[in-house]
């Protein structure tokens, strides 16, 4: 198994970036997929999640309004589009699949399988 994640950078504040996950040896939508962040001395947060059936989309407070993710069967992919970013959204963002059912799985013990992380870096 295997999660690519790709499409960060530096950017300015105000900007947007969109992050993808490519994921092979499982399939997205057989699994509850999340967005994780760390920041620099900071712990792994979840910032936003799909399940299973997409009907229910999670996204940490700090992000509503601001991150959309989503998922792409065909292409087997998971995005995470983010606008009006902020300098606190520096971190290096990673994608996640969990095996659990639940609607939401904020713990990172929680997640089986691990993309390598790609860093954003938003300037003032």
């Known amino acids: 198994v295997q999660l690519q994640a790709s499409g960060g950078g530096l950017v300015q504040a105000g900007d947007s970036l969109r992050l993808s996950c490519l994921a092979s040896g499982l399939t997205v939508k057989d699994y509850y997929m999340g967005w994780f962040r760390q920041p620099p001395g900071k712990e792994r947060e979840l910032v936003a999640a799909i399940t299973r059936n997409g009907e229910y989309l999670y996204y940490e407070d700090d992000v509503k309004g601001r991150f959309t993710i989503s998922r792409d069967n065909a292409e087997n992919t998971v995005a995470l589009q983010m606008n009006s970013l902020r300098r606190d959204d520096t971190a290096v963002y990673y994608c996640?699949?969990?095996?659990?059912?639940?609607?939401?799985?904020?713990?990172?013990?929680?997640?089986?399988?691990w993309g390598q992380g790609t860093l954003v870096t938003v300037s003032s």
């Open positions: 996640a699949a969990s095996d659990r059912q639940y609607r939401k799985v904020l713990n990172p013990v929680f997640y089986d399988y």
